[in-house]
């Protein structure tokens, strides 16, 4: 009986997450003019994630399908870019490689001239020391980071600080980035968050509040992050780690996805893959790597050194989790303006 009752309840539970997503989507779609962190109903965003736990992913598939269908492509003039020089067939092939395996490491660097310019400004620019696990309602007070002085695991730069920099704009709207980034999410790339930040050896053990556990993203229906590392990573200074394929429908384990949207121990993880799928990235600066964070993936802990990651986001929708405001940013760069106000449905999330 307690069985039948179990079932019961869970089927009323999916019911109401359908009704509660569908209307947050209605309630998104007729109120486009109000601020983006008053679109999205959070109920409905809680039923987002509960729904692809329940479904292994496929509520967010067949949504992104209906959202590819409605919301057609943008036309590029190419695809040339801090990426590389690619034509049609590369850019489809590239794509194909991240729905294969959740990742793509593209072969051309940053050059070293932007790599030390973004160095730079990440290292006068004041941030924010994000809260250790013990004070994680401690609210940060913005710094200049000091690696000498250490506050913190991680210091983020605000997103209206990133997106004032020419360097960092000139990179948001890079042709390759948003012709991968279409390809990829089969809709025009909705720009998204931008974060910037360091990773320090502060704490000897793994930080939940840093995402130094696995786990898998869920603010969007569908995205694609672009992570840009300033800094050679090796073995001690904190690689980012990756499930290859896990970011496929029904890849997730059920043991996992039952969990919700949580941090996951390294032992649970490695229960369910093969190790040669558990990817290390050791990488040299300026190295630039396409991911679908929907897989499995982490920070880890730093022994020593220190790692700078800049990460852009491309979506299918803005719908989901708050954005980091940006309403205050002071873009002086008239080309990035110019750019924003005739590709605006690229850049739904900028005011301006």
Not at 206 to 215: E, I, M
Request: hydrophobic content about 40%; aromatic content about 12%; glycine content about 4%.
């Amino acid at each position: 009986m307690s069985m039948i009752k179990a079932k019961l309840k869970k089927s009323i539970r999916i019911v109401l997450d359908i009704f509660l997503l569908i209307y947050g989507m209605i309630y998104y779609y007729f109120n486009q003019n109000k601020p983006i962190n008053e679109r999205t109903p959070p109920k409905s965003y809680l039923s987002m994630i509960r729904l692809f736990c329940v479904t292994s992913g496929r509520s967010n598939d067949f949504i992104s399908k209906c959202i590819s269908l409605i919301d057609k492509p943008v036309t590029l003039p190419n695809a040339n870019g801090i990426l590389g020089n690619f034509q049609r067939n590369e850019i489809k092939e590239i794509a194909n490689i991240i729905e294969r395996d959740g990742f793509y490491i593209f072969e051309q660097k940053l050059p070293n001239e932007l790599i030390q310019k973004l160095y730079h400004f990440a290292s006068h620019q004041k941030c924010y020391p994000r809260p250790l696990d013990e004070n994680v309602n401690k609210q940060p007070q913005p710094t200049i980071y000091d690696r000498n002085n250490l506050l913190s695991s991680v210091y983020d730069i605000p997103m209206e600080a990133c997106i004032a920099n020419t360097d960092i704009s000139s990179l948001i709207k890079d042709h390759s980035i948003l012709a991968v980034s279409q390809e990829y999410l089969k809709t025009s790339p909705k720009a998204d968050v931008v974060a910037f930040w360091w990773s320090t050896p502060f704490s000897n053990k793994p930080q939940v509040n840093s995402a130094q556990l696995f786990h898998f993203d869920m603010d969007r229906f569908k995205w694609l992050k672009f992570f840009i590392f300033l800094t050679d990573v090796t073995l001690e200074n904190g690689p980012h780690v990756f499930i290859k394929h896990s970011h496929q429908t029904g890849k997730i384990p059920k043991q996992i996805l039952k969990e919700g949207y949580s941090r996951i121990p390294d032992e649970e993880v490695f229960k369910h893959y093969p190790m040669e799928d558990v990817l290390t990235f050791t990488i040299p600066a300026g190295t630039i790597v396409a991911e679908d964070t929907r897989g499995l993936h982490k920070g880890t802990n730093l022994l020593k050194g220190e790692r700078l990651v800049l990460e852009l986001q491309m979506s299918n929708s803005l719908f989901g989790a708050c954005s980091p405001s940006i309403e205050n940013a002071k873009i002086q760069d008239e080309d990035f303006l110019s750019f924003i106000k005739t590709n605006k449905k690229i850049f739904k999330l900028y005011p301006m």
